[in-house]
């Protein structure tokens, strides 16, 4: 059965870090991308940062240089390290299985396949 569970999420201040984790089952990271988006109260979707099973990565250009996406074990669990927050970072963010994904325009397009229930980040001090 497909599951994509995050956690990590929290209540943080203007400059800290948090780091996410997306625990997946029901697939194999050798076949699939996972990413990372966020959707903020009445907001539409941001793909935030993906990355695919030969560890070829892309971000946002909202997040890049602050947000790090890895799998450092090769297993089923993918994180996202978020540093430097701020209160615009302010959403739920949820992991998702991707068939690929697509860049434009500095945002990220995500193909989508499922995705996790979310996690709440909060900045704000």
């Known amino acids: 059965q497909l599951q994509l569970v995050e956690s990590g999420g929290g209540l943080v201040q203007p400059g800290e870090s948090l780091k996410l984790s997306c625990a997946t089952s029901?697939?194999?990271?050798?076949?699939?991308?996972v990413g990372w988006f966020r959707q903020a109260l009445g907001q539409e979707r941001e793909g935030l940062s993906c990355i695919a099973n030969d560890g070829i990565s892309a971000y946002a250009d909202s997040v890049k240089g602050r947000f790090t996406i890895s799998n450092p074990h090769a297993n089923n669990t993918v994180y996202l390290q978020m540093d430097s927050l701020k209160p615009e970072d302010t959403a739920i963010y949820h992991c998702?299985?991707?068939?690929?994904?697509?860049?434009?325009?500095?945002?990220?397009?995500?193909?989508?396949?499922?995705w996790g229930q979310g996690t709440q980040v909060t900045v704000s001090s």
């Open positions: 029901g697939f194999t990271l050798d076949d699939y991308a």
């Open positions: 998702a299985k991707l068939n690929g994904w697509g860049q434009r325009l500095g945002r990220l397009i995500f193909d989508y396949v499922d």
